[in-house]
């Protein structure tokens, strides 16, 4: 019999499980809220996805995020280059997203 293994996680930094799961309910769990003037509500519901997602992972908590025409914008501080890293993979793996700009300090 072969021995039993448990899944395994090839991904270093911060993105892991918990941070997947706290992405897959942001996109599964919402809130209505207006749109910042010239934005349009595509643009409004990711920018809120992200704050979502961000907001629950304590690694992402002095990152801010703007959304325009699909272009993420993060701003803020990182703790670290794979915070930074991370932080980029994560905002460019949700749908309409176009493009991330890297902001960050």
Do not use: H, M, N
């Not at 039993?4 to 499980?17: E, I, Y």
């Amino acid at each position: 019999a072969k021995p039993l293994r448990g899944p395994r996680v090839t991904r270093r930094g911060v993105l892991g499980p918990a941070l997947l799961l706290a992405a897959w309910l942001g996109v599964i769990t919402g809130a209505a809220a207006q749109t910042a003037p010239g934005q349009a509500p595509a643009d409004a519901a990711l920018e809120r996805r992200l704050e979502r997602v961000f907001a629950a992972v304590p690694d992402f908590a002095a990152i801010s995020v703007s959304v325009r025409a699909g272009v993420v914008v993060l701003s803020g501080t990182a703790a670290s280059g794979a915070v930074r890293s991370d932080a980029r993979e994560l905002a460019g793996t949700l749908d309409g997203v176009v493009y991330v700009v890297d902001d960050l300090e």
